[in-house]
């Protein structure tokens, strides 16, 4: 078998990772690994190719139980442990690699986010500290289309999470990384566009504003801020070219064709050394290893031979590169740009014309923008139609001109030379204020792309595959049918009775979409944080992604982890109305004995009283929703003071189907008698895992469990949809259901919920 066919074989064996729902037992792997053994030595190409497949999904999956292994065993005591810190913000945040545990030195990969506290003394990249840690296992939020953090820390390594009780200094020094680093932070510090300078040529963009990111993000040029293909490729080809410049000096048998190669690799691995080996420089440097070998091989190879044997070689290395969006986007890119270079060449009336590079640049901007928006809507939720313009622009300038003066700058920094590093670093910063004042000018091009249209991001593909195979002139029928099943989004769809219930995986807060008829209501709003919310970063890419414009908000209390999103989701719909209990301006009351009417569903105001002295907690609005058959309770944050005193005033009508479960399943709330006067069959609960009040209490879940209620949280579950229909209702959890994957589990406590 031929490389490329191996490096098919180790591809399609290793990309299951990304479905598998568990992982298998050790000992059922050892019976794959020996099929696999026995069925690779075969004559039959097709056995040897199974067993190939066999061995490789083998090794991805023993990976993967390495990567499980310390979030399940580390986690259950304190460790003694000695950490490399790999990153700090000098204060109470530190990244780390765990190198040794209770004397016993490491070798897979275990990466390590401390935070919360100071360490003793003055910290740095690359110390050793002795340290006592207190580990939990990697959980995030889980949202349906949403941002998953979990799978994302299996694919960085980083897995564990925690905070030391003690720690000492093993050594002191500090990585020569971080050395430059800092002396170039200082240097730089004295331009206006210094913290991007440092994300292009270091990897660092946590000092680069929120507002470069997001007009980045709009324009379709944030790809130019990470560490990957473009920058080391473009340093390796700058090393290639001045290494094989001396060898025209040189005498004839002192040229080996190979050095200027190798020269040019070495130099792109010290590079992605010196911009912290982060993963997107990690795999371009692994590429560029396999073109080298490829090259030196003397064999021509195919574009597609090249590309398959390096995403095989990546994932061979790291199997879990599976689970990462910039392998994604990178490896599907670069397909991409293959597939349209050879099915949809540049017309030839382009060769040997002026304009053929001005032509040429916007031919590639085209075919990226049209082949990836199926993998760009996947992860983002749209694209950018400012991306056209804004990457001819940009990509050059920030290729050519930007990125070799970050270079020289670089290496200027290592010698006396003040003079000229500070002219070529007022150069730099000059082109990229140019290039953000041509940026700025652009009209905002973001448009979303809801999960209706997700599979019409494939017709740019079929299109020219239908053109190279004249598919329209030798099928016009089946082109015919095919265009009326990919309208099928603008049928009209026959209105349904069901209407839906989603408890949104939003932390230690609360927000809740009520969704009937393509139309939407919240009951909270989730948690707001220093820079953030939960409406930025959870409930509206949702809404947008499910194609819901919500018109109105009911809010609990003022709560914070209640309220925090208001905000913007009122920038986001400023039409849409908010009713409360606050008495606050523009807000429509809501108080006891209230009763609205809303796509067929009617709203009851059950708590508070309008005179109410209540404040806080025990001032949630709790609303009723009926749709004759079926009903649903939603009481915020109420405690038990209160919910006895609405149990005094017409507790009849409070019997309900579901319950959204008080505070958080608090154990002051959530009293026997309330749970008794409801007469519910399902309780729902929204908390973080890792909350500092320890929520919910053991007591109060096996309160409602004893009255006969199905408990559901947000930890173990993620997003809850409760979808109700006549006589009938369907319950859909996505981390165990929709989503199942072995990277969404619990790992850890079964129950550890502090």
């Known amino acids: 078998m031929g490389i490329h066919v191996i490096s098919m074989c180790a591809i399609l064996a290793i990309i299951p990772l990304f479905w598998l729902p568990v992982l298998p037992d050790v000992h059922l792997v050892w019976l794959l690994i020996a099929a696999g053994i026995a069925l690779s030595v075969q004559q039959r190409k097709w056995l040897r190719f199974s067993g190939l497949a066999l061995l490789f999904m083998c090794w991805g999956i023993l990976a993967a139980q390495e990567s499980v292994w310390p979030m399940n065993y580390l986690t259950q005591a304190p460790q003694q442990a000695e950490v490399v810190i790999t990153a700090t913000d000098g204060a109470k945040m530190h990244q780390g690699k765990i190198v040794s545990l209770n004397g016993e030195r490491v070798w897979a990969a275990m990466g390590v986010a401390l935070y919360g506290n100071y360490l003793p003394q003055n910290v740095c990249v690359g110390q050793r500290w002795a340290m006592t840690l207190r580990l939990r296992a990697v959980h995030g939020e889980l949202n349906d289309g949403g941002y998953d953090s979990q799978k994302n820390a299996f694919a960085r390594h980083q897995t564990l999470s925690g905070r030391f009780t003690h720690a000492a200094l093993v050594d002191e020094g500090c990585s020569l990384r971080a050395q430059y680093l800092t002396s170039l932070q200082n240097t730089l510090s004295a331009y206006q566009w210094g913290p991007v300078i440092l994300g292009l040529g270091m990897g660092e963009r946590l000092s680069v504003s929120r507002e470069i990111k997001n007009l980045m993000r709009e324009t379709g040029t944030m790809h130019l801020m990470a560490i990957s293909g473009l920058h080391i490729a473009l340093a390796a080809s700058v090393i290639w070219f001045l290494t094989r410049g001396i060898q025209f000096f040189l ?21 992605a050394w010196l911009t912290g080996m982060q993963p997107p420089a990690l795999r371009t440097v692994i590429a560029l290893v396999v073109l080298a070998a490829l090259k030196m091989s003397g064999r021509q190879w195919s574009p597609w031979q090249v590309w398959l044997t390096c995403v095989a070689a990546i994932l061979i290395f790291d199997p879990l590169a599976v689970l990462s969006q910039s392998l994604a986007l990178s490896a599907f890119a670069v397909a991409a740009l293959i597939f349209w270079y050879q099915w949809l060449p540049l017309p030839h009336w382009q060769r040997g014309r002026r304009l053929r590079p001005l032509a040429t640049l916007v031919y590639l901007q085209v075919g990226m923008l049209l082949l990836l928006l199926p993998l760009q809507v996947l992860i983002f939720h749209g694209f950018s139609l400012s991306s056209l313009v804004a990457n001819l622009f940009a990509v050059p300038l920030v290729t050519f001109i930007s990125v070799p003066l970050i270079l020289l700058g670089m290496f200027l920094h290592l010698f006396p030379v003040a003079a000229l590093e500070s002219i070529v670093w007022l150069a730099t910063d000059k082109s990229l204020a140019g290039l953000f004042w041509l940026l700025m000018r652009l009209p905002n091009g973001w448009q979303d792309v809801d999960e209706r249209w997700q599979y019409l991001t494939l017709l740019p593909w079929l299109l020219v595959i239908g053109w190279r195979f004249r598919a329209f002139s030798a099928a016009p029928a089946v082109c015919l049918a095919g265009s009326v099943v990919l309208a099928f989004p603008l049928w009209h769809r026959v209105k349904t009775d069901s209407w839906s219930l989603h408890m949104l995986d939003v932390g230690q807060g609360l927000a809740m979409v009520i969704e009937r008829h393509g139309k939407a209501i919240l009951y909270d709003t989730g948690l707001a944080w220093p820079g953030g919310d939960s409406a930025q970063q959870l409930i509206i890419p949702w809404l947008r992604w499910h194609h819901l414009r919500p018109e ?47 796509q067929g569903l009617t709203f009851s105001v059950h708590w508070p009283p309008e005179n109410t002295s209540a404040k806080g907690n025990n001032r949630s609005c709790v609303v009723k929703i009926d749709d004759g058959e079926q009903s649903v309770l939603l009481t915020g944050d109420i405690e038990a003071q209160a919910e006895l005193a609405m149990l005094s005033h017409r507790w009849r009508q409070l019997a309900s189907t579901l319950i959204q479960v008080p505070h958080h399943g608090s154990n002051t709330s959530s009293s026997t008698p309330l749970l008794q006067r409801v007469e519910g069959q399902v309780s729902l609960a929204s908390m973080a895992r890792y ?15 004893t009255e006969g209620y199905l408990w559901l949280d947000t930890p173990h579950s993620g997003q809850i949809s409760v979808t109700f229909s006549h006589h009938s209702r369907q319950i859909r959890r996505l981390r165990e259901h929709y989503l199942p994957r072995w990277y969404h589990q619990w790992f850890g406590a079964p129950v550890d919920n502090g």
């Open 251 to 271: 005498p004839g048998r002192w040229i080996i064709w190979q050095i200027p190669l190798l020269a040019g690799l070495i130099f792109a691995a010290f590079y």
């Open 552 to 598: 109105g908000v009911i809010l609990s209390h003022e709560h914070l982890d209640h309220t925090g999103g208001l905000a913007s989701l009122k920038a986001a719909w400023p039409a849409m109305w908010i009713r409360s209990p606050l008495s606050w301006s523009g807000h429509l009351p809501c108080f006891r004995g209230q009763r609205w009417q809303w």
């Open 691 to 705: 909350n500092a009040w320890r929520f919910p209490s053991i007591k109060v879940v096996r309160r409602y469990r």
